[in-house]
C-alpha cells in the first residue's frame, strides 16, 4: 500500500513539474519604488518592492534581488546584503504567496550628496514545483528621488545678508502703508527734494520724481549663477546651492515674496524649474527645492545671460535683487551695475567665496 501511494505522489509530482515548469512567474507581477520624492541628506526613506500573487494557487518559492546604487547607505540586516565581486551591493530575500496575495518588502535607504537618485533594475527569480529548475526576470520602471542641499550655517548666511532683507522688509512690516516705487513723472514742484529720482533726472534732461504705489508688496529676485572657472568649481557651486537654500528659506520666514532665476542645467526635470516666478509658502519653496537637488554642475549661459534674462520685462515688480555667484563677478561690472540701478540700490551679491566653509 505504501509502495503504491509513494508511486502516485511520485506521478503526480512529475505531472506537476512538468505542467508548470517555466510557469512560475506567469502569474507574479512584481514592481518597486521609492516612497519620497524629497528628502534631506542623510534623512532615511525607503525603496519599496512590490509582489502580487494574481493567481489562485500558491507560489512556494520567489527569490528577490534589488540592485542599489553605490551613493545609497542601506539601513538594514547585513545578512540580506551581498556584494558581488564589482563591489555591487544586493539586498536579496527570499518569499512565498498565498493566492492573491500582495506583499510589501522595505528596504531603508539613505543618500548623503545632493542630486538625482534612481533605482536600478529589479531581479525576481521563482522555483518550479520539486525546486530543481529557476526562472528569472528582470524589472525595469523608473523610480527616482531627488536630494536637497544642506542647509548653509544660518549665522554666516545672516551676516552677509546684514541689514539687506531688512532694508526690503521695513517697509512692509514697520509703516501702516509701505510705500513703493512704480515709475516715474515729471517734477511738478509740490514734491519733496527726497522723492526727485536723479538718475533719471540725468538721463531724460528734466527733473523726474519717484511715483510710488501704496499697494504694492516689496518683493526679492534670487539669481543664481551657475558659471564659473575657478579650478575649485564643483565645491563653490556646491556651496552656491546651499547658500541658495538658506537665502529662500529666510525670505520664507520673513514673508517676502521672492522670485527664483538660474542658469544651472536642470536634470531631469522641466525647464519651470529655472525660472520660478514671485511667491511664497511652501509650494512655491519645494519647487526650488527641487530645482536646487537637480541642478547640475553645468551651466546654460553666463552671468552676463543670467542678468540679461532677469531684467526682460515680466510684469513683475522687484524691488530687490539678491545674487549668488562662486567668485566674484569681475567680468560683469556692467551687468551688476544694470541690476543695481534697476533695484534702486538694493542688490546683494554673495559669492561662495566669501561665505567660507563649513
Request: charged share 25%; with cysteine; glycine share 8%.
Amino acid at each position: 500500500m505504501i509502495l503504491y501511494f509513494a508511486i502516485f505522489a511520485a506521478i503526480l509530482a512529475l505531472v506537476l513539474q512538468r505542467l508548470l515548469s517555466g510557469k512560475s512567474l506567469d502569474h507574479l507581477e512584481e514592481t518597486h519604488y521609492i516612497d519620497a520624492a524629497l528628502v534631506e541628506p542623510d534623512a532615511p526613506f525607503d525603496i519599496v518592492i512590490s509582489l502580487t500573487n494574481k493567481s489562485r494557487r500558491i507560489l512556494p518559492f520567489l527569490r528577490v534581488r534589488e540592485r542599489i546604487g553605490d551613493d545609497m547607505r542601506i539601513h538594514t540586516a547585513d545578512s540580506f546584503i551581498v556584494t558581488d565581486s564589482s563591489k555591487r551591493r544586493t539586498v536579496t530575500f527570499s518569499a512565498w504567496l498565498r493566492p492573491r496575495q500582495v506583499l510589501l518588502h522595505r528596504v531603508p535607504v539613505s543618500i548623503a550628496r545632493r542630486g538625482r537618485y534612481y533605482l536600478l533594475p529589479l531581479t525576481v527569480a521563482a522555483g518550479d514545483f520539486l525546486g530543481l529548475n529557476e526562472t528569472v526576470r528582470t524589472t525595469e520602471r523608473f523610480s527616482e528621488v531627488v536630494v536637497v542641499p544642506k542647509r548653509a550655517p544660518q549665522q554666516r548666511i545672516s551676516e552677509v545678508l546684514g541689514g539687506f532683507l531688512g532694508d526690503v522688509s521695513v517697509r512692509r512690516f514697520l509703516f501702516e502703508d509701505p510705500v513703493l516705487t512704480l515709475g516715474f513723472r515729471e517734477y511738478t514742484g509740490r514734491e519733496p527734494m527726497k522723492s526727485i529720482a536723479w538718475t533719471q533726472t540725468a538721463r531724460i534732461g528734466s527733473l523726474m520724481v519717484k511715483n510710488y504705489d501704496h499697494t504694492m508688496e516689496p518683493t526679492v529676485s534670487v539669481l543664481l549663477n551657475a558659471d564659473t572657472r575657478s579650478k575649485n568649481g564643483e565645491e563653490l557651486l556646491e556651496r552656491c546651492y546651499s547658500i541658495a537654500r538658506t537665502v529662500c528659506e529666510a525670505l520664507e520666514e520673513k514673508k517676502i515674496k521672492y522670485a527664483f532665476r538660474t542658469n544651472a542645467i536642470i536634470s531631469g526635470s522641466r525647464k519651470g524649474l529655472t525660472d520660478t516666478r514671485e511667491g511664497l509658502g511652501e509650494r512655491h519653496f519645494c519647487g526650488i527645492l527641487e530645482g536646487l537637488g537637480r541642478a547640475s554642475l553645468d551651466a546654460s549661459s553666463t552671468l552676463g545671460g543670467l542678468i540679461y534674462d532677469a531684467l526682460r520685462p515680466t510684469g513683475e515688480s522687484t524691488n530687490g535683487y539678491i545674487l549668488i555667484t562662486p567668485e566674484q563677478p569681475g567680468r560683469y561690472m556692467k551687468e551688476i551695475a544694470r541690476l543695481r540701478e534697476r533695484s534702486g540700490g538694493r542688490l546683494l551679491v554673495i559669492t561662495a567665496e566669501e561665505v567660507g566653509t563649513w
